[in-house]
């Protein structure tokens, strides 16, 4: 990965991290459908302009059904579970079970495009759940009713971006990234809408919950899936789904700096070992790395 790659996946990791939390806020207010539409609404009414300036419309019209699907794989579907999932589980934990997301987009990619499955990456991924696992070993935070099925969607939402991330990299080569990402937040808007209209929150809706899904569909859907589209042709969806590895680590640091959670060591080892899990996961650290490169110095 270049340092730019690595740039994009350090930004996408705070950002996204960050979305769990605003979730937790907005989720009980709101309700999932809700919750889902404004953050694709939201996303949708802040790339637009950029594209109408920067690459104009004729590909979102050529691609309308490719882009359409996407937001339905790795926007609608995504959006409702895991929204429906912080109703019973901690930000903390559903994201540790979004994590597993780079597992199901390896095997994904491994069965669909036929792509590699080495020991480096495979040894990655593990190492990334592992680092996963030390992080929150002392927090999960369930919540006893509907904790089952809530863990199911949860689940279901991590397979449902490995799959997204897979069509992307089959079917969005050479579209600009900027008309993926608001062509997807598009299509996710209108397969949301009716769900949306149906269960539209009947009591006032807190200040609180309107200022967490406004910063959530900008920062953490709008800029975070140019930058996730972006790596996706850049690096592969192997390797940019492992983002969802640093998530969990993001959550602590912004958890610690706005609502005072102390950091403990099991925190920094479980950060310690995502971050080396995620690097040889997407090929930053490579068994072989070294040894070609010193051939290539001979």
Known sequence: MRFSDVVDLLVLAALWGASFIFMRIAAPELG????????????????????????????????????????????AIPFFLLAFA??????????????????????IAWIWLSEKLDGGRTAGLIIGFAGVVVLVWNKQGINLPGALLAILAAISAAFFYGLGANFTKKYMQGINTLVVAAGSMVGAAIVLLPGAMLYWPGDPVSIKAWVAISIMGIASTGIAYVLYFRLIVNVGPAKAITVTYLIPAFAVIWGAMFIDEKLTMNMVIGCAIILIGTALATGILSPGHRSAASEDDA
């Open 86 to 107: 912080t109703l019973s589980l901690s930000g903390g934990f559903a994201s540790i079970i979004n994590a597993t997301a780079p597992l199901w987009a390896a095997v």
């Open 32 to 75: 999932p459908f809700v919750l889902g539409f404004l953050r694709a609404v939201i996303a949708a009414l802040f790339l637009l302009p950029f594209l109408l300036v920067r690459a104009g419309t004729t590909e979102l019209k050529t691609h309308w059904k490719k882009l359409a699907m996407v937001g339905i794989l790795n926007s």
